[in-house]
């Protein structure tokens, strides 16, 4: 099981976990963020106390990915299957994002 911390503009906002391998991923949100002034970090996963699941990698957290060459030399670099999403979320948590979303390992 693999899991980042989710912020926002470096106030952490939640979890996002990896639970089977390419196959089941839950974003759960800290409760002091759900009752914070802070917005939900987007529209599809409005602020919450229960956990989003899905069977598929969240498209907000899948559009956070490299495309094309750049993939393909993170892949490389990290020695990640160019199909493990998370694998390459992973990979690239901790560096630095564009907008106000970033991750960070645990």
């Not at 099981?1 to 106030?11: A, G, T």
């Not at 917005?39 to 229960?50: A, E, G, N, Q, W």
């Not at 598929?56 to 892949?75: D, I, K, S």
Request: hydrophobic share 35%.
């Amino acid at each position: 099981m693999r899991q980042l911390n989710v912020f926002w503009n470096d106030k952490k906002t939640g979890i996002l976990t990896e639970l089977l391998p390419g196959k089941n991923y839950r974003f759960e949100y800290y409760p002091s963020y759900v009752r914070s002034k802070f917005p939900h970090i987007s529209v599809t996963m409005p602020k919450s106390d229960l956990p989003y699941e899905s069977e598929h990698l969240f498209p907000f957290f899948a559009n956070m990915l490299p495309e094309g060459t750049l993939r393909r030399v993170v892949c490389r670099e990290h020695h990640i299957d160019e199909t493990d999403l998370f694998g390459i979320l992973y990979a690239m948590a901790d560096t630095e994002t564009i907008g106000a979303v970033s991750l960070k390992k645990i």
